[in-house]
């Protein structure tokens, strides 16, 4: 009777510190709703061009599918939110707007409840109106697929509501290293920076539900998934293997994965001749990453250390302009649109900006903010570099906050003031890869600051 009774506490206690099976929530725990829903996305050879650099680039297979997914929330009033994710390197507002209003006109969800993630893969399809051509340019029939894809899975996932728990917790994972160093001459160049920001904030969230799938994690991380290579096929990226290395690993498990504030961040792999840190440029150095993140994640819900969410949903989103710089003269851009390199992508931009002339100088920026009980969530549109996490999060009023950037729209890099003034790719060039008229100016930091204030209602 003894022997029975120990091994009874010893499960017990093996379940409470790593209940990773998927087990039913209580009804009291069980406040919220939550659906889910996925489908592959994944271009057909020859389809569309892949987009992420400035050179041709058209798949010759696959590496890992491409993917979309949506997640519903629902509390207990009945307000509910649409998560939708996928494997692009960011949207267009074209396609955002198109989403949401389709959504609201199906649904009656309200466009600040509806939020699209990108995993800013650079082995994904090119979908992106206002992106330098240099770097991918678009099919809108696959486009229009892929806004059908994104429309299915927001169907399917608010049909497929069952009662959940939410829990969210957030460790600390680093699978990369800054990418802006400065060299002797006092130029940032693009090269591994130990040494400099990069935003370690990995939150997790955990649902639990009555129906399979009995776990959905979603994962966060801020680190560019630019790992794979000179390779081109179509791939997920270290994202699609951390997906899949918690989805095996997890009992009757989907995962999730949202990009953080991982603009000037890169993945890298320990050089065993050298015992440096450099770029990951391979498939299996981009998984390994994936492992890595997947691991952490895994490790940080075995502590037991996750705190459920009241099921109280509010949501919003606000919009405002984000300043330029003065805009090169055209004499300028003739120059270079006539005299430059054909094979270089700001030739491109140059003539591309002639043909199609942009004399703009703010940018349209919307900050989307929603609270899951004590969980502040704020989504950032572009690729918003590392400063960023920490300075926003800081500003949520909820005892948890994270970020979700390469969110909605993605219409360039988003640097802070301090980036701007040093120069180099991120704060200086980075305006030609996405055809805008010019660099942001360092006003920019605090006119974004106001907008996260305004969306989080401080």
């Known amino acids: 009777m003894r022997k029975s009774l120990f091994l009874i506490v010893a499960i017990l206690v093996s379940w409470r510190g790593n209940n990773l099976s998927g087990a039913q929530p209580s009804e009291q725990a069980a406040q919220w709703q939550v659906g889910y829903a996925e489908t592959d996305t994944t271009p057909r050879p020859g389809q569309v061009m892949m987009a992420g650099y400035g050179r041709e680039r058209h798949a010759e297979g696959t590496i890992a599918p491409l993917r979309a997914q949506a997640l519903a929330l629902q509390d207990r009033s009945g307000k509910t939110a649409l998560l939708i994710t996928a494997d692009v390197l960011g949207f ?3 396609s955002v707007d198109a989403v949401r209003y389709k959504i609201q006109q199906a649904h009656h969800i309200p466009p600040e409840a509806v939020c699209l993630s990108a995993s800013h893969t650079h082995w994904g399809p090119a979908i992106n109106y ?25 169907d399917g996932a608010l049909k497929d509501l069952s009662p959940a728990a939410i ?161 090169r003269s055209r004499a300028e851009i003739e120059k270079m649109a006539l005299g430059g390199n054909v094979g270089a992508s700001n030739t491109w931009w140059a003539r591309q900006s002639l043909a199609y002339p942009d004399d703009r100088r703010t940018q349209y920026y ?18 918003v570099c590392s400063d960023w996490g920490g300075i926003t999060r800081a500003m949520a009023k909820t005892k948890h906050a994270m970020v979700i950037a390469y969110a909605n729209n993605c219409p360039g890099y988003i ?11 991120e704060g200086d060039t980075s305006h030609m890869a996405y055809f805008l008229p010019a ?11 106001r907008l996260v204030e305004k969306a989080i209602g401080r």
């Open 92 to 94: 267009d507002r074209g």
């Open 130 to 154: 206002r992106m330098n051509f240099a770097l991918g340019g678009l099919n809108v029939w696959y486009l229009a697929s892929l806004e059908s894809a994104l429309l299915k899975v927001a």
């Open 167 to 327: 829990n969210y917790g957030a460790c600390e994972a680093q699978i990369g290293v800054n990418r802006r160093l400065k060299n002797k001459n006092g130029q940032f160049t693009m090269s591994p920076n130990p040494e400099g920001g990069y935003d370690k904030h990995t939150p997790v969230l955990r649902i639990v539900r009555q129906r399979s799938p009995k776990q959905i994690v979603l994962a966060g991380h801020a680190c560019h998934p630019t790992s794979t290579g000179n390779v081109d096929k179509w791939s997920s990226e270290y994202p699609g293997t951390m997906r899949q290395k918690l989805e095996t690993t997890l009992e009757d498990c989907r995962a999730m994965f949202v990009m953080g504030c991982g603009g000037d961040a890169k993945v890298v792999w320990r050089d065993e001749k050298t015992g440096r840190s450099v770029f990951a440029a391979s498939p299996e150095q981009s998984q390994a990453g994936g492992i890595r993140l997947a691991d952490a994640a895994l490790a940080f819900l075995k502590k037991d250390a996750l705190s459920a969410l009241d099921a109280e949903l509010h949501t919003s989103l606000v919009s405002g302009e984000l300043s330029f710089r003065p805009p």
């Open 366 to 383: 919307e900050v989307q903010a929603w609270r899951l009980g004590e969980l502040t969530i704020v989504a950032l549109e572009g690729e």
């Open 415 to 425: 640097p802070t003031a301090r980036i701007i003034r040093e120069g180099g790719y």
């Open 439 to 449: 660099p942001f100016d360092p006003r920019m930091e605090t006119e974004l600051r």
